[in-house]
């Protein structure tokens, strides 16, 4: 399949502009395949691959909020019931600038 690489690269920044990343993936994927070589689509498409959605971010940030504000409560044992949960999400953490101080 032969796609016009320029007016791709120009939909799939449209796509990202408006917020629907999956969109702008599955264009730089086709790129890709065409053309393996291409360095705007092959950098777009890491850049898209290393953003944490806010699907993922919100629970973990609302999970360690609650755990902080058990431990502020004194709540000791329900911080330590509720950190196993919390050690699954922790990696997020590193991702959300207000949450990576604890």
């Known amino acids: 399949m032969v796609i016009n690489t320029k007016k791709a690269l ?4 449209s796509y990202l502009k408006r917020g629907m990343s999956d969109q702008a993936r599955l264009i730089y994927n086709q790129i890709l395949e065409t053309y393996p070589n291409n360095g705007e689509a092959r ?3 890491e850049r ?3 953003i944490v959605s ?5 629970p973990a940030q609302s ?3 609650k755990l902080k504000n058990l ?5 000791f044992k329900d911080v330590v ?3 196993k ?4 999400l922790v990696p997020l953490a590193a991702k959300i600038p207000s949450l990576s101080k604890f």
Do not use: D, H, M, W
């Open 48 to 50: 898209i691959n290393s």
């Open 71 to 75: 431990f502020e409560q004194g709540r």
């Open 43 to 45: 950098r777009s498409l």
């Open 54 to 58: 806010v699907a993922e971010i919100l």
């Open 81 to 83: 019931a509720c950190s």
């Open 10 to 13: 120009l939909k799939a920044k």
């Open 63 to 65: 999970y360690l909020l």
């Open 85 to 88: 949960t919390a050690s699954l």
